[in-house]
C-alpha cells in the first residue's frame, strides 16, 4: 500500500508488518505492538506508543506514512441522535461517515472513495465524478475517529457511503481483512455489509472468497430500461446477469442477498413496479430494503408518498418478499450519501 512515495503503516496487514520489522531489522514481537496501537486502540499518531522507542518511531516515519483523519464537522441529528462527521485527509480532500445508534449496537457507514465514477443520477457523491480511492487505512480511520469521539463501541460497519467500493476492490478486501481480524477491532464479517451498484465481475470475485459479509445491491429499478435511466452501471451489466451474481454469491457464501430501492414519486413507485420487481426476485433468497429517495438539489426527483410506500412494500410482501422500510435516520443532518461533503465544498450553508 503506497502512498505517494512512502508505504502506508496501517494498511499492513500484522504478518505484512512483522515482514517489514523484520527487513528493518527489528524484532518481530514490535509489529504486534504497533499493530495493536493502530487497530486496537486506534492511536492517532506515534506519539501515543509509550513502549515504542524513539529510535523505532524515527524509522517508521522515515519509511512510512500514518494516516490520521480530522474531523471538520460533526452534525449530531436532533431527531435520532445520528451524526455525520466530515474528515479531512491528509491531501486535503475530504470524506464523510455516519454513526448511527441502533438497539443492537452501534453502526458506522463509511465511504470508499473520494467522489464516484458511476454516476447514479440521483446521487450527490458522483455529481463531480471520481476524486481518488481511499486506502485501507483511511477506511478504518473513519471508524477510528469515530470511536474516539463517541467514546463507544462500533459493532456494525456499512459501506454504503460515498463511492462504490468495488470499483476500490483490492483496497476494500485489505480494509476488510483488518477489520475483522481478532488482533484489531475484531468485527464479526456478520457484521459488515457492502453495498455495490452492481459491478457484476466484482460480484462474483467476492463470492468466490466466501466472505461471511452482507452484500447489498443497489437495484432501484427492475426493468433493464430503467434502470438505464437511473444508473449507468446498467448498460454494463444486464439485471439477468446481476441477478444471476446475486444467486451464486449465495451460492457460495450462504448469505442472503439485500436489494437496496429508492422510491422515486412516479418513476420507480407504481403497482406495476412492484409487481416487476417481485417477478425479478422471486425465488432469490434476499431481502428488499425501500428507502424514499432523499432529494439532492441537483436533479428534480421527488420522494413517493408515504401512501406509495406502503402500497409498494404491501405489493411485495403479498407475493412473498421480505421487505423493510429503511428508517430514515438523520434526516436534518443531510443524511444522504454525499450531501454534506458537498456542501461545505461549495461553502453552501
Ligand atoms: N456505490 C454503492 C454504495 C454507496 S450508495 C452503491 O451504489 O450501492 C448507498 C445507497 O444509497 C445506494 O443504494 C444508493 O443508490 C443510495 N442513494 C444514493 N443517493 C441517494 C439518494 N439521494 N436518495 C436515496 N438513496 C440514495
Known amino acids: 500500500m503506497e502512498t505517494g512515495s512512502k508505504k502506508d503503516i496501517k494498511s499492513f496487514t500484522l504478518d505484512q508488518l512483522k515482514e517489514e520489522m523484520e527487513a528493518m531489522g527489528e524484532k518481530s514481537f514490535r509489529a504486534k505492538q504497533l499493530y495493536e496501537w493502530m487497530h486496537k486502540k486506534q492511536a492517532a499518531g506515534y506519539e ?13 516515519k522515515e519509511c512510512y ?9 460533526v452534525q449530531e441529528s436532533k431527531i435520532d441522535g445520528t451524526r455525520k462527521y466530515l474528515f479531512e485527509l491528509a491531501d486535503g480532500n475530504m470524506v464523510e461517515s455516519v454513526w448511527m445508534r441502533y438497539q443492537h449496537g452501534n453502526s458506522v457507514c463509511i465511504s470508499s472513495q473520494v467522489g464516484c465514477r458511476m454516476g447514479c443520477r440521483f446521487c450527490a457523491s458522483t455529481q463531480d465524478g471520481l476524486e481518488r480511492n481511499l486506502l485501507p487505512s483511511e477506511m478504518l480511520d473513519q471508524i477510528y475517529a469515530i470511536i474516539r469521539h463517541t467514546g463507544e463501541r462500533v459493532s456494525n460497519v456499512v459501506v ?3 463511492g462504490e467500493p468495488m470499483d476500490n476492490y483490492d483496497n476494500l478486501l485489505q480494509f476488510i481483512t483488518l477489520l475483522t481480524d481478532e488482533n484489531g477491532l475484531n468485527i464479526s464479517q456478520r457484521n459488515v455489509t457492502v453495498s455495490t451498484c452492481g459491478i457484476v465481475t466484482r460480484m462474483r470475485q467476492l463470492a468466490d472468497r466466501r466472505l461471511q459479509i452482507t452484500l447489498a445491491i443497489s437495484l432501484h429499478a427492475a426493468t433493464d430500461e430503467k434502470r438505464r435511466q437511473l444508473m449507468p452501471i446498467a448498460d454494463s451489466y444486464h439485471l439477468d446477469e446481476l441477478l444471476e451474481a446475486c444467486a451464486y454469491y449465495f451460492a457460495q457464501t450462504g448469505r442472503r442477498i439485500t436489494f437496496e430501492y429508492s422510491l422515486v414519486r412516479d418513476v420507480n413507485d407504481t403497482d406495476e413496479d412492484a409487481r416487476q420487481l417481485s417477478a425479478l426476485i422471486r425465488g432469490l433468497n434476499c431481502h428488499v430494503n425501500l428507502i424514499p429517495v432523499n432529494p439532492i438539489k441537483e436533479r428534480n426527483y421527488v420522494q413517493s408518498e408515504r401512501r406509495a410506500v406502503e402500497a409498494f412494500k404491501n405489493k411485495l410482501e403479498k407475493n412473498g418478499i421480505n421487505v423493510t422500510i429503511r428508517r430514515e435516520m438523520g434526516r436534518d443532518i443531510d443524511g444522504a450519501c454525499g450531501q454534506l461533503r458537498r456542501r461545505y465544498m461549495k461553502q453552501d450553508y
Open 65 to 73: 506514512s500514518y494516516t490520521a483523519l480530522v474531523p471538520v464537522r
Open 48 to 60: 501515543e506508543m509509550t513502549n515504542i522507542s524513539t529510535a523505532l518511531v524515527s524509522k517508521c
Open 160 to 162: 454504503m457511503g460515498s
